[in-house]
């Protein structure tokens, strides 16, 4: 007799670690924060732009820098089978966007505003607020040179954490200077760590030669006393880079932004120069950046084009939904009434009236898989919704829809769908 083998069940397949899900229960807070978003930056004539997740490796090597920490151990990239092109999943949005300007002579008839909102893809431990794939608004102000897009950057910002309900958040304010002016800065700071390299960690001593700079963002707090003691950038500004930063300041404190100048904060990228910031909000009892930018003067010539200035900055959105989650702002995605029908002509009825609602701008669930009345009130319940709206035959017959309150107490009552939609708003409000 053969024995009958049964199949092995296949183990259920995961997402792959550091790539998550939006689950419907956290878009409410995820739509609510890029309508917001996508509302200020129209405000202040910024645009929107879409580049390709995937560009060239050399795109980000020749801008971000061949020895920064993206593109030695963090970037997804790889040899497309095809043709044999090196490609890379972008780890941020600017030189995408630069590349794109370039290619399309976006600069021809004058500077450009823009932003995109996207992935990004970056191959480090994940952790919270910080993922493999995560999302981005990114904004550059492409060919401008002085600091008063700096400056408004900042102010549309400090609009939007003021729209989203957001305390808390500190901006942070730096100079970085000019090419020439960091090459004096980045042999003091060999000199200044090399002197005392035992003390260095490993990620320190690795970058001594290649990217000092980068050991002032450490957060190791056994360098800490030797990054307070090393020589600071702002002190070796000319004359420029100097007046750049201080008008820089005289806006935003004509804009009332508060702001603190933090001499040890710099950006992860090699295309940055003068203005650097960053804003900080308290999140889970630590502070963590939200959004950081900055200018970056010389990228279009670095990356083949006409020279041109610019100025942007990246808005990690996982974040901003955290810090927003703490302090409970956003709405959910619950709608404004939930309709409940049974019997001949009813669910005709209740689609008609569901959709005049519509018409007037509200959100509304038909219920569908049939049940009881009272099943389906119960769905009605946990909907979330402020009203029901019922169909029975009774109201087919008559052409009328039953309203009941479902959060406070009050009378059901019936309306024609004229009438419902006339009164829905005062409804809503009882």
Do not use: C
């Not at 600091?147 to 970085?176: C, F, H, T, Y």
């Not at 019936?414 to 708003?425: G, K, T, V």
């Amino acid at each position: 007799m053969t024995q009958m083998v049964m199949p092995t069940a296949s183990p259920a397949l995961q997402a792959v670690k550091g790539m998550n899900d939006l689950l419907p229960d956290e878009a409410g807070t995820w739509e609510f924060f890029e309508d917001t978003v996508r509302g200020v930056f129209r405000q202040y004539g910024y645009r929107l732009i879409r580049t390709p997740i995937v560009e060239p490796t050399a795109l980000f090597v020749r801008s971000i820098g061949e020895v920064t920490d993206i593109v030695e151990k963090e970037m997804y990239s790889f040899v497309d089978s095809m043709n044999g092109d090196a490609l890379t999943l972008r780890p941020e949005a600017t030189a995408g966007i630069v590349r794109a300007a370039i290619e399309h002579n976006l600069l021809y008839n004058g500077p450009q505003r823009v932003w995109t909102i996207g992935p990004m893809f970056r191959h480090e431990r994940p952790q919270k607020g910080r993922y493999r794939q995560f999302y981005q608004f990114d904004v550059e102000a492409l060919g401008f040179e002085g600091p008063d897009v700096d400056a408004e950057q900042i102010v549309m910002l400090a609009r939007l954490w003021q729209k989203l309900g957001l305390d808390g958040v500190e901006l942070q304010l730096n100079s970085i200077g000019d090419a020439v002016e960091r090459r004096i800065h980045r042999e003091q700071l060999i000199r200044h760590f090399g002197a005392s390299e035992d003390a260095l960690d490993a990620d320190a001593r690795r970058r001594l030669h290649t990217n000092p700079l980068r050991i002032l963002d450490s957060k190791n707090p056994a360098m800490q006393k030797l990054i307070g003691d090393a020589p600071r950038l702002l002190d070796l500004l000319g004359d420029a880079s100097r007046a750049h930063f201080d008008g820089l300041q005289s806006l935003l404190k004509d804009a009332g932004i508060a702001y603190a100048v933090n001499p040890r904060l710099v950006r992860g990228m090699d295309y940055y120069n003068r203005t650097v910031f960053e804003f900080v909000a308290p999140i889970g009892g630590a502070p963590l950046t939200i959004t950081g930018g900055g200018r970056y003067d010389g990228l279009f010539a670095q990356l083949g084009g006409k020279p041109a200035p610019a100025t942007g900055f990246g808005m990690g959105i996982e974040r901003v939904i955290l810090a927003l989650q703490e302090r409970g702002s956003g709405p959910g995605t619950t709608p404004d009434a939930y309709v409940i029908h049974a019997g001949a002509g009813a669910a005709g009825l209740a689609n008609r009236a569901a959709e005049a609602l519509r018409d007037a701008g509200y959100a509304v669930v038909v219920h569908a898989g049939g049940g009881s009345f009272k099943s389906q009130m119960k769905k009605a319940d946990g909907s979330g919704a402020r009203l029901a709206l019922i169909v029975g035959e009774d109201e087919a017959a008559a052409g009328e829809i039953s309203i009941k309150p479902l959060r406070e107490p009050g009378e059901q009552r019936r309306l024609s769908i004229a009438a419902l939609r006339e009164q829905f708003a005062a409804l809503l409000q009882h």
